[in-house]
């Protein structure tokens, strides 16, 4: 019997993908969305945890932004 898992496949760099996996492993066992990670640069991940995903990336990406001293 086949089991089939509605999920979010994830294309991106190892450091965002690395970003993604050390955000999932920070949460505890019952909030943990990876469902699978495939290689290097793709992971599956459950579908309802996007925005979350894409809100923690732009933060992410606020804090390390240079910006010219004035």
């Keep these: 019997m086949?089991?089939?898992i509605k999920g979010l496949y994830i294309?991106?760099?190892i450091p965002m993908a690395q970003f993604i996996i050390n955000?999932?492993?920070s949460l505890p066992q019952?909030?943990?969305f990876i469902i699978h990670v495939l290689d290097?640069?793709?992971i599956f991940v459950h579908s309802d945890v996007a925005g979350m995903i894409?809100?923690?990336i732009a933060t992410f990406r606020e804090q390390n932004t240079?910006?010219?001293p004035s």
């Design 23 to 25: 955000m999932n492993a």
């Design 11 to 13: 294309t991106c760099d």
């Design 30 to 32: 019952s909030h943990k």
């Design 54 to 56: 894409k809100s923690a």
């Design 40 to 42: 290097n640069t793709h």
């Design 2 to 4: 086949v089991n089939a």
């Design 66 to 68: 240079y910006e010219k």
